[in-house]
């Protein structure tokens, strides 16, 4: 796409082109910080796990003695 180059004929045009300018680059660096913050969000230890660990607690909850240690131990060697 070929630029047009703007012909400005006054100096309250220029300053009018230069705060449209000022307001679009304002919003994309605010888009920038915005994305920036949900990708930390995301990389967060929590958010990559999820609930797994709490729901295989749970599920190893109705087990008990023996039955619970195997399933722990195996747990535990497939997480290490």
Known sequence: MKERNKVYFTYDQINKELEILKVEKDL???????????TKESLEIKNIIGDTP?????????LSGPLKSAALTFLFKKIL
């Open 54 to 62: 709490t729901r295989a607690m749970n599920a190893l909850s109705v």
């Open 28 to 38: 994309a660096y605010h888009k920038f910080l915005k994305s920036l913050d949900e």
